[in-house]
């Protein structure tokens, strides 16, 4: 197994039974993330990305096939020291965080679980390191903005030192300007800490500016890979994300014409 | 254009709201005017974009106070208005999609029974034409099997279907003026474009006036006439959509970069410097 | 006085509090005063505060006299300015009787209480969050104990361990433990999935981590809620096996064992059965007024 592999998932495939009958949300997924990379899943609703993520963070049972993280298989039910390489940053900033507890408590929480020693100096250089001061320490959610919550957020991913951060549509529920503050973070942090990144969005040019790499998904199953320069040079190959592509840059519909008054 | 009385006329438009901690006002000063064209809001949240539709409806909170040196509507003034009134208004004369068709359909009718309640209530057709004429709606805004899907729940068909059938009923209204809040934001990228094209599809051959809100500055700017950027309750620019590029103020440029675009690489995207001053 | 009390309220509302103990004491706060403004529910908070002092501080209140003591001279003698309401028919002093049975109410109250919200949380949240056949089980134990009518298991258990206050208290925390349960798993699934307790998951939270700290905190208003509102019924069981002899025996003061004794003479004697079934009413209103205005506050919830 190649040691510079940070994530190889192969022949991942995830059956939903229900009492009509079953539903396959992921048809057998292929795929390689080196270490520092930065990966990213694109599709539209139903696609099954965001379920390649949850797989990824150990969060579907249903999931059959290989997910290795550093060489080593990973199963549903993991160790604590499996779960901390991988961390997940959730879309919603208001549903990600526990409305009763604080910011401390909230990053404390991990350090805990995993024994880390000096919490209180841990917790105070995560939250500068998102960009919040200590006076954010003892608020609760709901007294914080979207992007605020989605700081810390991030901070408590990236506490316990993982190695892959999962990232689901973590800007879709921001403000434009947020998002922009929220990618240099992003960026910025991966630069300094080496990380890899697996980010999912229905968004392609949040794709194309964080990622090398990206996958295009439909229907649980991968169509197309590519590289981010290929998507900004529309260099393409199949059909459904030359759609995309279109859809994205609106040339396909709309046009501006004048109103028979 | 000209010559046309205007749809919506406003000026100095200020909404507070009576809020736990004081009155807040969520738009401040307001001035523009709609005619039969599509004009676009964009703002983050906060802005008061939304809750310039609201008042344009008189959908908002009992205690909130709406003043304005002039608020019309196709020459008829809004400014407290009774509530039967605003009824003869809204619906027939200005139309309303948003966000969530799931939030804004009865979950417990089917959404053919929905549509075809307009034709019954609001223009008097039988129950068998108000099927026919709901059958016809569903096809014109583009939902094949339309007696099939007639027959369903909302939580049984898409966004992209919801949106069609809100759509849909609200036409059946023939209305002056549609306003779209968010109405495409919760959809897919190639859905979204295709519910656009409906819209303005139909605003065209209708000859309406459109008013889209939406956060999304690009879309916005490929779609509409004009743009209004609104910041903490106040418009801060003004222009032509196609003049959107060029834009002056130092807010719209900064919204304009603060996003990631396909065409070109950037390393460190811009960001839009919180400023409590606000320059008039 | 005023100045400690500001000094107070400023430290409690600070925007930035700088401790976990400010943070939560700063969230009640807020609550209690939201709370407070709802008149009835004040109202409600007013009397069971009254009725607590006159527990704690009953023989304090009563000048030193005794529940027990008899004077068959004064044997129900009207209410007076010596007898404040009346003797009963072993002339024993009713309002002194009266405070000292708020204490056997709120012994009552507090067992009850400290039984049943426990075990409903923990059989609820476990039942929700494992799910499987450890649901099924739970639930079908949940569904047995709903089955008992509340007064009649109490009649079955005393009958069978004897009676006293001790008994009747199990007794009835035994049958009121159920819907507690119940609200505490359908609380649960609703934020089993939650993307909070995923991501506890994902850090690597052990299930009991995330049953005690995360998801039985939620739990908790909605079963203080339901506490308050089932009060009214906690009381009057009790007193009705008081009444019946099956709680508290004679001599002791509680209310509905004074409601019993004071049947026989109920048309001319009227204060010494009336005077403590006004004491089970007004408490029981009094709860109710509270869960009231505690639901009003705490759901929905701020988040």
Redesign the interface.
């Known amino acids: 197994m190649d040691p510079r592999r940070a994530l190889a998932i192969d022949n991942l495939r995830v059956r939903y039974t229900t009492a009509d009958g079953y539903w396959d949300a992921l048809r057998g997924i292929d795929l390689a993330i080196d270490r520092g990379e930065s990966f990213g899943l694109v599709g539209e609703s139903g696609s099954g990305k965001s379920t390649v993520l949850k797989a990824v963070a150990g969060l579907v049972p249903e999931a059959r096939g290989t997910i290795q993280i550093d060489s080593r298989k990973m199963g549903t039910r993991r160790t604590k020291g499996e779960r901390r390489k991988v961390q997940i940053v959730f879309q919603d900033p208001y549903g990600s965080l526990h409305p009763r507890h604080t910011v401390e408590r909230i990053l404390r929480e991990p350090i805990k679980i995993h024994g880390f020693d000096e919490p209180s100096a841990r917790i105070r250089d995560a939250l500068l390191a998102v960009g919040l001061d200590a006076s954010y320490l003892f608020r609760f959610p709901h007294q914080l903005s979207g992007g605020q919550r989605q700081r810390v957020a991030i901070a408590r991913a990236l506490i316990i030192e993982p190695q892959i951060v999962l990232l689901d549509e973590p800007t879709s529920a921001l403000d434009v300007s947020i998002q922009a503050e929220i990618l240099n973070l992003l960026m910025q942090l991966r630069r300094e800490r080496g990380l890899t990144y697996l980010l999912v969005s229905h968004d392609l040019a949040v794709v194309a500016h964080l990622c090398d790499r990206l996958a295009v998904m439909r229907h649980g199953a991968i169509v197309e890979y590519l590289t981010s320069d290929a998507l900004r040079s529309g260099n393409v190959e199949h059909p459904y994300t030359r759609q995309l592509l279109a859809a994205y840059s609106g040339s396909s519909v709309t046009r501006r014409r004048e109103i028979e008054a | 254009m000209t010559g046309h009385r205007p749809l919506i006329d406003a000026q100095a438009l200020t909404v507070t709201f009576a809020t736990a901690s004081g009155p807040v006002s969520a738009v401040r000063s307001v001035s523009f005017a709609l005619g039969r064209e599509r004009l676009g809001i964009v703002g983050e949240s906060g802005s008061g974009k939304s809750t310039v539709c609201r008042a344009l409806l008189g959908l908002l909170p009992p205690k909130t106070r709406v003043s304005a040196d002039v608020l019309t509507f196709d020459g008829q003034n809004l400014l407290g208005l009774s509530r039967n009134s605003w009824r003869t208004i809204r619906g027939a004369r200005i139309g309303l999609i948003m966000q969530d068709p799931k939030y804004s359909l009865n979950p417990i009718m089917s959404v053919g029974a929905q549509v075809a309640e307009v034709y019954r209530f609001h223009k008097g057709y039988g129950r068998a034409a108000a099927w026919t004429m709901t059958i016809d709606a569903l096809a014109a805004v583009g939902i094949h099997e339309p007696e099939r899907v007639a027959k369903l729940h909302p939580h049984q068909v898409s966004g992209g279907i919801g949106q069609r059938v809100m759509i849909a009923s609200m036409l059946a209204l023939d209305p002056d003026l549609l306003i779209a809040d968010e109405a495409t934001s919760a959809l897919d990228a190639t859905i979204a474009a295709q519910v656009l094209a409906l819209i303005d599809d139909l605003v065209v051959r209708r000859g309406m006036g459109l008013l889209l809100v939406s956060h999304d500055l690009g879309l916005v700017g490929r779609f509409c006439d004009r743009v209004l950027v609104m910041r903490d309750g106040q418009i801060v620019e003004m222009l032509e959509a196609r003049s959107l590029e060029h834009a002056r103020h130092s807010y719209t440029k900064a919204l304009l970069a603060a996003r990631p675009r396909l065409d070109r690489r950037v390393d460190i995207l811009p960001t839009v410097r919180r400023d409590a001053a606000l320059p008039q | 006085m005023t100045t400690a009390w500001q000094n107070w309220s400023k430290w409690l509302s600070d ?6 103990r ?3 004491l700063g ?1 009640w706060f807020r609550t209690a005063r939201l709370l407070l403004s709802n008149r009835l529910a004040a109202l409600g908070l007013t009397l069971i505060a009254v009725m607590i002092i006159a527990a704690l501080f009953a023989p304090i209140l009563v000048f030193g006299q005794s529940p027990y003591q008899q004077d068959l001279a004064q044997r129900l003698a009207r209410p007076s300015a010596v007898h404040w309401l009346g003797t009963d028919q072993l002339g024993r002093d009713v309002y002194v009787r009266l405070l000292y049975g708020a204490r056997i109410t709120l012994v009552i109250v507090v067992l009850v209480s400290i039984v049943v919200v426990p075990i409903g949380l923990a059989i609820g949240t476990t039942a929700a969050y494992f799910g499987g056949w450890m649901d099924a089980v739970l639930t079908r134990v949940i569904d047995v104990f709903l089955a008992f009518p509340r007064l009649i298991l109490a009649l079955t258990f005393v009958a069978a361990l004897g009676p006293g206050i001790g008994n009747a208290v199990l007794a009835i925390a035994l049958t009121s433990w159920p819907p507690y349960a119940r609200i505490a798993r359908v609380e649960t699934q609703a934020i089993r999935h ?3 307790i ?8 052990s299930p009991s ?1 995330i049953l005690f ?2 998801i039985a ?2 739990c908790f208003t909605s079963l203080v809620v339901r506490l308050t509102l089932d009060m009214a019924g906690i009381i009057v069981t009790a007193a009705g096996l008081g009444f019946l002899g099956l709680g508290a025996q004679p001599p002791t003061p509680e209310w509905g064992a004074m409601v019993a004794e004071g049947r026989g003479f109920i048309l001319d004697q009227w204060w010494v059965a009336t005077i403590p079934g006004a004491a089970i009413l007004g408490v029981s209103l009094a709860f109710n007024l509270l869960g009231d205005g505690l639901r009003d506050v705490l759901d929905p ?3």
């Open positions: 925007p930035v509090p700088q401790s976990r400010q943070a939560y969230s939650s993307e909070f995923q991501s506890a998951v994902v850090q690597g939270a981590r700290g995360s905190p939620l919830r701020s988040a």
